[in-house]
């Protein structure tokens, strides 16, 4: 089955940066489709950015222009680049593989902005 680990959260200052890991045990990475959600208590996850099979991506407004999510392939590895974090960037993030009807998820990674 399926299995996907995430990485890179923490704890960070407002304005600063982390990178997010998510490394996927799938034969076939390249055709999975991947986004990055977000979850805060008593809220709907939301899709943070998604990057598909062939390259393309999208972000949430509240993200676009500060985060950047990109894959390596023969790593079976996607990323999620976040700068210029804010207080309200504080959330578990989860790395979520699509193809077809078939969704897998992580485990999820804290990541938290705070002074």
């Known amino acids: 089955q399926v299995q996907l680990v995430e990485s890179g959260g923490g704890l960070v200052q407002p304005g600063g940066s982390l990178r997010l890991s998510c490394v996927a045990s799938v034969r076939i990475f390249s055709t999975f489709a991947v986004g990055w959600y977000r979850q805060v208590p008593g809220k709907q996850r939301e899709l943070v950015a998604f990057i598909a099979s062939g390259g393309s991506t999208n972000y949430a407004d509240s993200v676009k222009e500060r985060f950047t999510i990109s894959r390596d392939n023969a790593k079976n590895t996607v990323y999620l680049q976040m700068n210029s974090l804010k207080p309200e960037d504080t959330a578990v993030y989860y790395c979520?593989?699509?193809?077809?009807?078939?969704?897998?998820w992580g485990q999820g990674t804290q990541v938290t902005v705070s002074s």
């Open positions: 979520s593989l699509h193809f077809l009807d078939n969704n897998y």
